[in-house]
C-alpha cells in the first residue's frame, strides 16, 4: 500500500506584479489594542480580532506560492505588560495552536517557532510543540511565529553558543565571517526577509529580526493589524514589485527596464 503523499498547497494566481516577489515576508502586527480602543472594547477584543488577520494573511501567502511567513506574535518586551492581559494571550495562543491545524494542512504550511520559548506556559509550549509535529512534513510554505522573541536576546544566545564552540575548540577565532552567526540563530534556515511590513503606522522594528533585515525592504501602513487582510497585503506586494533592491551596489539602466532606460536616453540626448 503506498504511503500518504505529504500535503501540498492548494495554489491561486499570483496577482500581476511589475517585478519581483518576494520569497520571504516577516510582519510586525501591530495595533491590536489601539483597534480595540478606537471601538470601546477591552484590548483582549482587538488580539481576538488579530487572530482572523493572522488566519487569512496566511493562507493568502500560501497559496499565492510565498515560501516564508514571519509573524512577530509575542516579543520579550510584552511579558512586562499586567499579568491579566499575557495571560490571556498566552491562552489565545493555545487554542489557536488547536483551532488552526486544519487551515494550516489544509494550505500545506509548516508551523516553525522561534524565540526563547521554554519562557512561554507548559500548556501553550505543549501545543505549539504538537502543531510543530503535525506539520512537519507538510511541503508548502513555512509559517515562522516569532514567541517570547527579541533580536537582541537572539542575537546574545548566538554570541552565547558561538563563546562555547570556540572554547570548545570546535571553532577558532579566525574562522568566524559574515555568516557564521546565522549558524547560532533561533532558526538558522530562516532567509532574509525580502519585505518587512509593520501595521499601525510605526516606523521603527521594535527589535524585530534585526540581524536579518539588513537589506530588506519596509512597508509601512496605518492600518491596524486587525484591519490589514488581503486587499491591504497585496498593496505591499505591489509597492515591493515597483522596487529595484541594490544590496548596496549599482542597478545599470539596461537593469531598470525599458522604461527608465529610455528616459535616460531621451535625457542624453538633449544634453548633448
Sequence with gaps: MASAQPPQPPRIARPDMPGDFPEHIAIIMD?????????????VMGHRQGIDSVREVTTECARMGVKSLTLYA???ENWSRPEEETGTLMGLLERFMVKERQTL??????????????DLPAGALAELRRTEDMTADNQG?????????????ELADACRGLA???AAGKLR???????TLRDYLYDPDTPDPDLLIRTAGEMRLSNFLLWQVSYTELFVTDKCWPDFRRVELLDALRQYSGRQ???GGLVSEADQGPDL??????????SG
Design 31 to 43: 495595533g491590536n489594542g489601539r483597534w480595540a480602543r478606537r471601538r470601546k472594547l477591552p484590548r
Design 74 to 76: 509575542f516579543s520579550v
Design 105 to 118: 494542512e489544509d494550505n500545506a504550511v509548516r508551523l516553525r517557532c522561534i524565540g526563547r520559548l521554554d
Design 141 to 153: 510554505m513555512v509559517l515562522r511565529l516569532a514567541l517570547s522573541y527579541g533580536s537582541r536576546a
Design 164 to 166: 562555547r564552540d570556540v
Design 173 to 179: 577565532a579566525e574562522e568566524i565571517g559574515d555568516e
Design 245 to 247: 533592491r541594490r544590496f
Design 261 to 270: 532606460a529610455a528616459r535616460g536616453e531621451r535625457e542624453q540626448r538633449a
